[in-house]
């Protein structure tokens, strides 16, 4: 099993940087590949970004591409998510989860397919 902590979020203006931060806790937490979701009020959770169990793979959404950027580092137990050029629409509640054994695109996009997740954290981007 795994545990997931989130930090990092906050208030910032649009244009500004964020990054929020998982700490990973188990037995065998550097096996596990890891998504951030996030979720806006009345809105459904949406893919956001991935990096898989050793780091040499990552996978964004179109919309996130060029101003976010995911990394890990195991020895710390951590898994990061840079977030630059912030927009309102940014605004949502940010989810780190973590699977063992994801694959393809379309899996690694589904948040169904991952079994353990964080708590969340509150971005909130002003205009």
């Known amino acids: 099993q795994v545990q997931l902590v989130e930090s990092g979020g906050g208030l910032v203006q649009a244009g500004g940087s964020l990054r929020l931060s998982c700490l990973l806790s188990?037995?065998?937490?550097?096996?596990?590949?890891t998504g951030w979701f996030r979720q806006a009020p009345g809105k459904e959770r949406e893919f956001v970004a991935y990096?898989?169990?050793?780091?040499?793979?990552?996978y964004y959404a179109d919309s996130m591409k060029g101003r976010f950027t995911i990394s890990r580092d195991n020895t710390k137990k951590m898994v990061y998510l840079q977030m630059n050029g912030l927009k309102p629409e940014d605004t949502a509640v940010y989810y780190c989860?973590?699977?063992?054994?994801?694959?393809?695109?379309?899996?690694?996009?589904?948040?169904?397919?991952?079994?353990?997740w964080g708590q969340g954290t509150q971005i909130t981007v002003s205009s």
């Open positions: 989860a973590a699977r063992i054994g994801l694959t393809s695109a379309a899996q690694i996009t589904d948040q169904q397919n991952y079994n353990y």
């Open positions: 188990g037995r065998t937490v550097s096996t596990y590949n």
């Open positions: 990096i898989n169990w050793n780091g040499y793979s990552t």
